[in-house]
T-cell receptor, first 112, second 114 residues
Framework: GEQVEQLPSILRVQEGSSASINCTYE??????FPWYKQEPGENPKLIID?????ERKQTQGLIVLLDKKAKRFSLHITDTQPGDSAMYFC???????????FGQGTKLSIKP | GPKVLQIPSHQIIDMGQMVTLNCDPV?????FYWYKQILGQQMEFLVN????????KSKLFKDQFSVERPDGSYFTLKIQPTALEDSAVYFC????????????FGHGTKLSVL
């Protein structure tokens, strides 16, 4: 299968705390896992990605983890700020097909 | 960063009419994609395109849909005839390569079929 499952669908966290979003994928050939942030009325913007030769990647308050054995990857936003409120989508693609299959999205709200 | 331009940003059309959505991909990108997003839901893959040909299309890419990029101009998605369920935001994306390459998305065309 090609499905990408994303949880939770809604996430509310206190400003300054961390937020975690989890995704699982079915296609064992998947080897590229980007995360997109989408604000209302806007296009999805790539915020971080990880390839299958890595297990962890960190940039500017974002951490992504990849567990290929479990076919699971996750996004962790540390020290959340009001500007982090948005929809977040995980996605997966494989070398042969190239197309991204997206998760269902997580609506993240940061409470002041 | 690299920009994908989509024209128009919003299109209102009567059911049964034809509509063409236009996309100007990033200039050195070779692979082009269309995705469909219904409000608040996930982005769903429609089709990808390379070297003048459709590479893969999903079940959502109905017979009424077609794509082309004549002579390196706009990459277009045509729907003929449109149906009510075609109402959505259509995002164009492009990438430089097929494997493990970042997709850059346009701002989308909101299609409203009445």
């Amino acid at each position: 299968g090609e499905q990408v499952e994303q949880l939770p669908s809604i996430l509310r966290v206190q400003e300054g705390s961390s937020a975690s979003i989890n995704c699982t994928y079915e296609n064992s050939a998947s080897n590229y896992f980007p995360w997109y942030k989408q604000e209302p009325g806007e296009n999805p913007k790539l915020i971080i990605d990880i390839r299958s030769n890595m297990e962890r990647k960190q940039t500017q308050g974002l951490i992504v983890l990849l567990d290929k054995k479990a076919k699971r990857f996750s996004l962790h936003i540390t020290d959340t700020q009001p500007g982090d409120s948005a929809m977040y989508f995980c996605a997966a693609s494989d070398y042969n097909q190239g197309k991204l299959i997206f998760g269902q999205g997580t609506k993240l709200s940061i409470k002041p | 960063g690299p920009k994908v331009l989509q024209i128009p940003s919003h299109q209102i059309i009567d059911m049964g009419q034809m509509v063409t959505l236009n996309c100007d991909p990033v200039s050195n990108h070779l692979y082009f994609y269309w995705y469909k997003q219904i409000l608040g839901q996930q982005m769903e893959f429609l089709v990808n395109f390379y070297n003048g040909k459709v590479m893969e299309k999903s079940k959502l890419f109905k017979d009424q849909f077609s794509v082309e990029r004549p002579d390196g101009s706009y990459f277009t998605l045509k729907i003929q005839p449109t149906a009510l369920e075609d109402s959505a935001v259509y995002f164009c994306a492009s990438s430089r390569d097929i494997s493990n390459e970042r997709l850059f998305f346009g701002h989308g065309t909101k299609l409203s079929v009445l």
